[in-house]
């Protein structure tokens, strides 16, 4: 355990479903990421929140909607998703200003059918 | 920001010493060299870092040269638990700078 946990670790859903992903960390970090990861391609940076604020928005698809309620918990809600949204999703977290790395959780593993 | 570029694959035997090599000529000062590794289907580890001298921890050990143009992740003992794909990240220090991970290097241990 990396101190990071994402549940579920796997989720098969339709395209008409709605599911939302959770993140939890109790490493006292104050900014937490989620990055997509397709089938041999690089991390896509989604968002970040620093402080409980979101900081960044890298253009993803209103279909992705994240949430972070306090600085412990995020989470990603998903709805009307297409095949091609099958990916990793992995969440991060860190200190606001990264200096000391980033813990990343072990992943969901999503599947649209 | 500085860009990094690694060999896309390199493999090396169980035991021996993985020598994984980043080149990084646009880094800047306060830039610091991050390694990070990613097991398959997992989420990326976080290895070392170093702004210029080398370091060493219980993983690895990072060897930055002298000009900070470049530096090599090394494993001394490599185990095949090792095969992984390996990140090189420039990144400033402090601010809100994201870094990118970019292709890294794919290291396969074999018997």
């Known amino acids: 355990e990396t101190g990071v946990t994402q549940t579920p670790r796997h989720l098969v859903m339709g395209m008409t479903n709605k599911k939302s992903l959770k993140c939890e960390q109790h490493?006292?970090?104050?900014?937490m990421y989620w990055y997509k990861q397709s089938a041999k391609k690089p991390l896509e940076l989604m968002f970040v929140?620093?402080?409980?604020?979101?900081?960044e928005n890298n253009s993803v698809p209103s279909r992705f909607s994240p949430e972070c309620p306090n600085s412990s918990h995020l989470f990603l809600h998903l709805h009307t998703l297409q095949p091609e949204d099958s990916a990793l999703y992995l969440c991060?977290?860190?200190?606001?200003?990264?200096?000391?790395?980033?813990?990343f959780g072990s992943g969901t593993r999503l599947t649209v059918v | 920001d500085a860009k990094t570029t690694q060999p896309p694959s390199m493999d090396c035997a169980e035991g021996r010493a993985a020598n994984l090599p980043c080149n990084h000529s646009?880094?800047?000062?306060?830039?610091?060299v991050y390694w990070y590794r990613q097991i398959h289907s997992q989420g990326p580890q976080y290895i070392i870092h170093?702004?210029?001298n080398n370091e060493t921890n219980e993983m690895a050990s990072l060897i930055i040269t002298e000009d900070r143009k470049s530096s090599t992740l090394i494993l001394p003992h490599a185990t095949l638990r090792d095969t992984a794909v390996y990140y090189c990240?420039?990144?400033?220090?402090?601010?809100?700078?994201?870094?990118?991970f970019g292709r890294g290097t794919s290291l396969i241990v074999h018997p």
């Open positions: 646009t880094i800047s000062g306060n830039e610091y």
């Open positions: 990240i420039a990144k400033p220090s402090g601010g809100s700078y994201i870094p990118t």
């Open positions: 991060a977290s860190s200190l606001s200003d990264g200096n000391y790395g980033y813990t």
């Open positions: 170093g702004l210029k």
């Open positions: 490493l006292g970090h104050n900014a």
């Open positions: 929140y620093s402080l409980e604020e979101r900081v």
